[in-house]
């Protein structure tokens, strides 16, 4: 287990790096998409190829960064319902859940993106519209992100399987990824009633 373990934090330095830097190309997205505005009304100028680039730097940030979110156990759930269920209950539902979905999912979507990647790449694809951009360079972002996402369901499994086995602690929890619900869970206790009649007891 040590080595799939060795695996598994090699796996999440990579998709972390990757990450942390084109989660900036948000920003960048931004500056092109108000400059595009800016020029169109300003000077009625217009430009397929900038256009083009706010969606191509949004597929970036969409699909590269899915892994480095997965990862950091910040992707969509039902908080108050998975919160209620016990830590047990939790790691079979994630286990079962990456090996029956989420891995054959990505599966699919690398074998079918190659052949998709490949057949725009060899036809040199361009845009349909004029002055566009190539579009074999954006469909290989798909071919790319489920790849890099596969390599992160394998590392959740492994983490998964670890903790289950005691031998590594939660990494969500002990990487403090609950600390907003642990809040809302402490204020919600205070909110409890006996707790204010405590408090107007005080106040008064």
Same mark, same amino acid.
Request: with cysteine; glycine share 4%.
């Given at each position: ?44 100028? #217009? ?15 969409? +699909? ?37 979905? +989420? ?6 979507? %690398? ?15 361009? #845009? ?34 670890? %903790? ?15 600390? /907003? ?7 919600? /206790? ?5 707790? %204010?009649?405590? /408090? ?5």
């Amino acid at each position: 287990m040590g080595w799939l373990l060795g695996l598994s934090r090699g796996i999440d330095a990579v998709n972390a790096c990757i990450g942390r830097w084109l989660a900036w190309l948000v920003l960048i997205a931004v500056l092109v998409s108000a400059a595009n505005a800016t020029v169109r009304k300003l000077l009625d100028l #217009s430009s397929n190829a900038w256009l083009e680039l706010q969606w191509v730097l949004f597929s970036i940030v969409f +699909l590269l960064c899915a892994p480095w979110t997965l990862m950091a156990n910040e992707h969509i759930r039902i908080d108050i319902l998975n919160n209620s269920l016990s830590p047990r209950l939790r790691n079979w539902i994630d286990l079962l859940g990456h090996s029956l979905f +989420l891995l054959p999912l990505t599966i699919v979507m %690398v074998v079918t993106a190659v052949p998709f990647f490949l057949a725009s790449y060899n036809l040199r694809e361009q #845009s349909f519209s004029s002055g566009g951009l190539p579009q074999w360079p954006a469909k290989s972002l798909i071919m790319i992100g489920f790849a890099l996402l596969l390599l992160q369901a394998i590392s959740e499994l492994i983490k998964r399987v670890a %903790v289950m086995r005691g031998l590594i602690p939660d990494p969500h929890v002990s990487a403090g990824a609950h600390a /907003a619900e642990l809040e809302a869970a402490r204020l919600l /206790a205070e909110l409890k009633p006996e707790n %204010v009649a405590e /408090a107007t007891v005080k106040l008064e």
